[in-house]
Structures are given as structure tokens and as C-alpha cells.
């Protein structure tokens, strides 16, 4: 379809270049004779002309923005089975095992623990896609948030769930950080931010959370690591519904493409913005979460 609208974009081109030269050129010897029909046939000539390719174009476009978003959804489907379909058949074959077989209580718990872990991935899931669909709506409460204490919570959920030491992720917070803003939302988006950065990581994770103020209301939170990188091409697409680079060491990691797009919606619905920033692939990654808030210099430090 792509390569049909181009070949009859540049037709049509051709034919109006062509039409308006035969004009030019029969003016000279015509040009006692135009009525003022005449002129007006040549006018909405052109105009008509004019018309036809701005909507072919733009059915170019249209379809080009169709072709990508069906590729979106496609790649989200894929991954949703994946992330579903998976733990699904890992709990029913522990559990047959567990039904039809007399094991050692090591063994029992080992298989308990691993049940839970499948079950806890698949409660994940799910909560990203309603994550998603309640970001959609830009609902947000309002209230006073400590954003030291929320990041330091962030960071410990992170290491705790990967398994990581203290040093892997330092959080530099000004004490007194505040913003007005949904608590879960923005636990939501934190957290997707942290666990972005551990997942995409190349060998040894070293994440830094870094509050900074902008302005007198404004804060900048930044995210950023020493990990895969991301091509400057793509900075401004990760964070589309779907979206994932089509690099073979992503696609090795698990995810929905929707963590960057909850992130998103979330500074948008907050009043303020997210950007990319990254030196290259294998150069790391730094995510810029700028929120309305401030920072309250009669606030003592966290311990």
C-alpha cells in the first residue's frame, strides 16, 4: 500500500507539472482569447490538482502511522502470551507434579517458592496493563508527597526483588523534595522507571535516582545507568504504547513496552514531561521525569 501511494503520488505530480507547462506554453498563443471562464477553469484546475495530492499524502501518511501501530499491538500481543502463557504452564506442571508424587519437604517448598515466583510475574502482568489503561484516563489526585521517601522506597523494592546489594542503587535526594501530585501513579511510574534500568543493564547494574530543582516549583528527577543504551533515532519512540527497539539484546527482555508509556502519561496527567537522553547503544540511558514541586529547606534529612 505504501510503495501503491507514492508511485501515484508521483503520477499525479507529473501529470500537474506536465498540465501546467502545456498551459504556459498555449498561453503565449492563446492569451487574446482567455474569457474569464477560461481563467477560472485554469484556477480550479490547479486547485484541484493541489487537492488530490495533499489527500494522497496524507493517506500515505495515515497508512504508514497504521503500519507501525499494528506492528505495536502485535508485538504487545506477543509478549502478553509470553508473559501469561508461561508461568501458566510452569504452575500446572509443578502442580501435577505436586498431585501425583510423594516429594521430600525441600523439595515441596522448592516447588511452593517457585509457584509463587510464577504467580507473583503473572500478578505483575497484569497490574502494568491495568497500569496502562488507568494512566489513559489522566484521573489525578492530588496531595503532598515526600519524594525522598518515596524514591528510597522504590530503590529498596528494586533491590529486593533483584537481589541486589545497597551499592547497586544510590538515590541523592535534597531533603525537603515535595510534590503535589497521586501517590500510586507516580509509585507506579518510579518504579518502572528503576526496574528499566536494572533490567536493561550490561553486566553489573549501577543505577543513580538524582533529584534536582529546576525552578522554584519545578523538580527534575533523572534515572540513569551505565546500560544497553538506547540509538538516538529512537529516543522520542520508547516511550510510545507498544514500543520496543528492535535491538536482539532487548528482545531477550521480558516486558510489554508499556512501562515507558505509563511513565509518560503519568508526567503528562501530573503537569509535567519525560524525556530520553543516551550517548548511544551500550553507552547507558538517563530518564528525565520533570514534575510540578519544590524543595522545603526547614525539612531535616532522611536517615
Known sequence: PIALTAAIVAITIALTVGWQILVVREFEAFAEGFTPIHWLLVILGSVFFALIITVLILQAVWLVREIRSNQRQQTFMDAVTHELHTPLASLRLYLD??????????????FLEIMGEDLERLQRTIDQILSAARTDLKRVRREPIDLGRLLLECAGDARERFGLPESAILVDVPAGARVKGDLEQLRVA???????????????????????????????????????GIPASAL??????????????????RGLGLGLYIVRNVARAHGGSVRAESDGEGKGSRFILTLPGHVDERTRPHR
Do not use: C
Request: aromatic share 6%; glycine share 4%.
Open 97 to 110: 507434579t505436586l498431585r501425583g508424587r510423594e516429594l521430600p519437604a525441600e523439595r515441596r517448598d522448592e
Open 236 to 253: 522520542d519512540r520508547v516511550f510510545q504504547r507498544f514500543a520496543r527497539l528492535q535491538n536482539e539484546a532487548v528482545r531477550t527482555v
Open 190 to 228: 518510579f518504579r518502572n522507571l528503576i526496574e528499566n534500568a536494572i533490567r536493561y543493564a550490561s553486566g553489573e547494574v549501577h543505577v543513580e535516582v538524582r533529584v534536582r530543582p529546576v525552578s522554584a516549583r519545578r523538580l527534575e528527577v533523572e534515572v540513569s545507568d551505565l546500560g544497553l
